[in-house]
């Protein structure tokens, strides 16, 4: 089926529907355990959108079409139901990241407050198994904080012989896809290298939090790693133990050798606005860190956790979301400051006044251009334009953006790039009518939820410059690029990539 923007003669590009019988189904889902079909067993309408297309070279193959289809609620109910059966061997620690934009839309779906949204989630997916769950933000602070370091490099180092400015921001997949796949060098040249939150959370779960607290209880057995060590073959579980405080020491009672655990031990799903998040998690590769394992093992748009919910029991009791930090718990939902997305823009354009001009920037002014989802943000100084920052959402501004970056004609030093119009909020993975299209109503109200998120910047963080030194081995170590840093293809693409009319 071609895709209903394909201006090519030929599309492999799978539908939403496609490969779906070729999926396992030996992990029912609740709904079917009542002998019930559930609608998160299928795919929306089996309709290809733009969004959709950014994720791919002009079509996403076979194999990817399987891998895709894979990444849905099965796979999910499956890990659950394994953890349920008696072969331990098979169990794994159940984790669930949920991303910032996915709250409004749970609040806006349930008539919740976006903090009682956040505790009915945490408290439903706890209901079904699920060990821990986090949200992203820390990892947007990673991915933040690693960028405003990497554009006031570039700002100092771009000259005429050397052209690293502008940076596009690299948090979007279906862009950096689009960027890697069609466009090629010299775009790809001008991408940030910092990870993207998920990519960076897929490390934070699978190496730093089972590093620091590895606890599973399965059955009356525990799996204890003591706080500190790296030692993944000194981990042994215990059929009858006595866990120390975090930090402490093993005392255990008839120890029994079982086999390691490893970060493959930890089934790591993401919630996220959209389905380009499913493609990233299948083509981030294995950080050599996690051992061979994936950051992420499965991603779940907003609309399809609402949907379990929805054919699930609703009335289970709250809970706090988890924290990286032992029993901490995250009592109070804080954004970072963007309008619908994760703020790189603001974040980086005070960081880059600061650093650069000593100019403290308290409220960023956004002024709208060609339309609303292209916006600029300038800093001047002695009457000179010193930074001029953009954001541009949606494939048109993008269009047009990399042919004046072509043409040498685009004036900006920054660029917040990503591929849903409207932004992370309206992604289509949430907030979509029956017939595949944005909600607008909907829309709305999550917007206005967003908006009323209390603002928390990347540096306040009190876990931060532990986690650097920690984790990382200093902020500027070996260890920091490798985790925190990513190379991307350079293929070579002609000028017919450009010449698609949107």
Known sequence: MKCEHCTRKECSKKTKTDDQENVSADAPSPAQENGEKGEFHKLADARIFLSDCLACDSCVTAEEGVQLSQQNAKDFFRVLNLNKKCDTSKHKVLVVSVCPQSLPYFAAKFNLSVTDASR????????????????????????????????????????????????????????????????GRPITAHLCTAKSPQQVMGSLVKDYFARQQVREEMGSAFLVLPRGSTDWGALQMFGSTTLSPKGGSRQTQMGCWCSNLSPEKIFH????????????????????????????????????????????????????????????????????DGASSDGHLAHIFRHAAKELFNEDVEEVTYRALRNKD?????????????????????????????????????????????????????????????????????????????????????????????????????????????????????????????????
């Open 120 to 183: 009915r989630v945490c408290g439903f997916l706890r209901s079904l198994g699920v060990h821990y769950v986090f949200d992203t933000r820390i990892a947007a602070d990673f991915s933040i904080l690693e960028s405003q370091k990497e554009f006031v490099r570039r700002y100092r180092q771009h000259s005429e012989e050397e052209r690293t400015l502008p940076m596009l921001t690299s948090a979007c997949p279906g862009w950096v896809r689009y960027a890697e796949r069609v466009l």
């Open 374 to 502: 292209f916006q600029e943000v300038t800093l001047e100084k002695n009457g000179e334009v010193v930074l001029r920052f953009a954001a541009a959402y949606g494939f048109r501004n993008i269009q047009n953006m990399i042919l004046k970056l072509k043409k040498g004609k685009f004036p900006y030093h920054f660029v917040e790039v990503l591929a849903c119009a409207g932004g992370c909020l309206n992604g289509r993975g949430q907030a979509q009518t029956p017939d595949g299209h944005a909600d607008k109503a909907l829309l709305r109200q999550m917007e206005g939820i967003y908006a009323d998120i209390p603002v928390r910047r990347p540096e306040s963080s009190a876990h931060m410059q532990e986690l650097y030194q920690e984790w990382l081995e200093g902020i500027n170590s070996p260890k920091a690029r490798e985790v925190l840093h990513t190379t991307y293809q350079s293929q070579e693409r002609g000028a017919h990539s450009l010449d698609i009319k949107w």
């Open 269 to 336: 799903v993401i919630v996220a606005p959209c389905y380009d998040k499913k493609l990233e998690a299948l083509q981030e590769g294995f950080p050599p860190a996690l051992h061979g394992s994936r950051g992420a093992d499965c991603v779940l748009t907003s609309g399809e956790i609402a949907q379990i919910m929805e054919q699930g029991d609703l009335s289970v009791k709250d809970a706090a979301v988890d924290t990286l930090f032992g029993d901490l718990k995250e009592d109070k939902v804080t954004r970072h």
